[in-house]
């Protein structure tokens, strides 16, 4: 079974902390990703990842970056959280053809107060 | 304009009973792939069916069948003798094109209830 794991199912951060979001992937997947979801809005693309050391902007990239060091591994950071990032942050990865199935993480519940 | 359109923000079904969950889009791309995602309470998206453009038969696993409608745009998601455990959030998306890299586009997603 495909397995991508986010690290924290919620966090609480203050405005103006670095915050650092992980996701780790089980299947050498290529390509990985970082999404937003906010209610009446579906899920909006931040950054996404096909290699390592690669990154490329989603829809939504202001305020976040991202790194890939390791083909397993795609961080997302907040250098500096505001409350209008407090949201639901899902991580996905997928293999390189295109029609796979894109698997997704339990979902990250960040708060900025 | 809205690549992805889902139409119903929520909807109620009777146990048992059949459901339909609309979703439309709009490509100009010949090659496109249109997914389906169940979101629990739980938070994790699971995958559900996909069709592909160019597939001949309409897309089915289990209880789900999708409903492929070419020229009308439309990719509806019909879930057969609903079950309590069907509660959810459902998301259609779409891929355009085949290179391997592409960017999944998501619709708001509708909240479906089953009623007892």
């Known amino acids: 079974d495909v397995k991508v794991t986010q690290s924290s199912r919620y966090l609480v951060k203050r405005t103006g902390e670095k915050v650092f979001l992980e996701c780790v992937q089980d299947?050498?997947?290529?390509?990985m990703f970082w999404y937003r979801q906010d209610p009446g809005l579906g899920l909006r693309l931040i950054y996404f990842?096909?290699?390592?050391?690669?990154?490329e902007k989603g829809d939504i990239p202001e305020g976040y970056s991202v790194s890939r060091e390791k083909k397993e591994r795609f961080s997302l950071i907040l250098e500096s959280a505001s409350t209008n990032q407090t949201s639901m942050y899902l991580c996905?990865?997928?293999?390189?053809?295109?029609?796979?199935?894109?698997?997704f993480g339990a979902g990250t519940r960040l708060s900025v107060l | 304009a809205q690549k992805i359109t889902q139409t119903q923000p929520g909807m109620f079904v009777q146990e048992k009973e059949a459901v339909t969950l609309d979703c439309t889009y709009d490509?100009?791309?010949?090659?496109?792939?249109l997914f389906w995602y169940k979101q629990p309470s739980s938070g994790e998206m699971i995958f559900l069916i996909y069709?592909?453009?160019?597939?001949?038969q309409n897309a089915t696993e289990g209880r789900y069948s999708l409903n492929f409608q070419k020229a009308r745009k439309s990719a509806n998601l019909v879930i057969s003798a609903s079950q309590l455990g069907d509660s959810a959030m459902y998301f259609c998306?779409?891929?355009?094109?085949?290179?391997?890299?592409?960017?999944?586009?998501f619709g708001s997603g509708t909240r479906l209830l089953v009623r007892p």
């Open positions: 069709q592909g453009s160019y597939d001949q």
């Open positions: 996905a990865s997928r293999r390189g053809l295109a029609k796979n199935i894109q698997y």
């Open positions: 299947m050498d997947h290529e390509n």
């Open positions: 490509t100009s791309d010949p090659s496109y792939g």
């Open positions: 998306a779409m891929r355009e094109g085949e290179d391997s890299s592409y960017k999944l586009i």
């Open positions: 990842s096909y290699d390592v050391k690669m990154k």
